[in-house]
């Protein structure tokens, strides 16, 4: 089940907020940018040439990926994950859905109840940002949406 969204249109993006309230998970991402011209990176004593700096500005458009009643969700800083051979994604698209994870395996296993309860089977939905990659398991496809309630620009 790809879900093509407005994540698409972005060529990167920010974790801006995550928000679990009144029962819904609300993901606000920020839209980032590639720059144009290319710079030296420098760490330590060690020069890679030729990368592009990614950020935003104030033309960023801002997404809220909204999940009503999940089951289960992490944030994970994204320098300490990666992908596995377990896992099965279809990843054609910004919003991941994953069929098999290790991460719905072990929700199934200790928090299993949900379909028993009418909920149906739940599914792995993943957002990848810079920064932090965010692990959902809901039963409910999200919603993604132009988000206006940002207060400041970046």
């Known amino acids: 089940m790809p879900m093509k969204t407005l994540l698409d249109e972005f060529y990167t993006s920010f974790l ?27 760490i330590g004593s060690h020069v890679i040439k030729g990368t592009y700096n990614v950020g935003t500005s104030g033309k ?7 999940f009503n009643r999940p089951i289960a969700w992490q944030l994970v800083d994204e320098s300490f994950t990666a992908g596995n051979d ?7 698209f910004a919003l991941q859905v994953l069929v098999q994870s290790h991460y719905l395996d072990f929700v ?4 299993g109840w949900f379909p028993d309860m009418g909920r ?34 970046h």
């Open 108 to 111: 199934h296993a200790n928090h």
């Open 86 to 92: 377990y896992e099965v994604r279809e990843d054609e």
């Open 60 to 66: 960023s458009r801002h997404a809220e990926v909204r």
């Open 120 to 153: 149906g089977q739940g599914k792995h939905y993943r957002v990848w940002t810079e920064n932090e990659v965010i692990d959902v398991v809901a039963c409910e496809v999200p919603t993604v949406t132009p988000y206006e309630g940002h207060a400041t620009n």
């Open 16 to 42: 801006h907020a995550a928000v679990h309230a009144e029962g819904e998970l609300r993901i606000i991402v920020v839209e980032g940018f590639r720059e144009a011209e290319p710079e030296d990176l420098i």
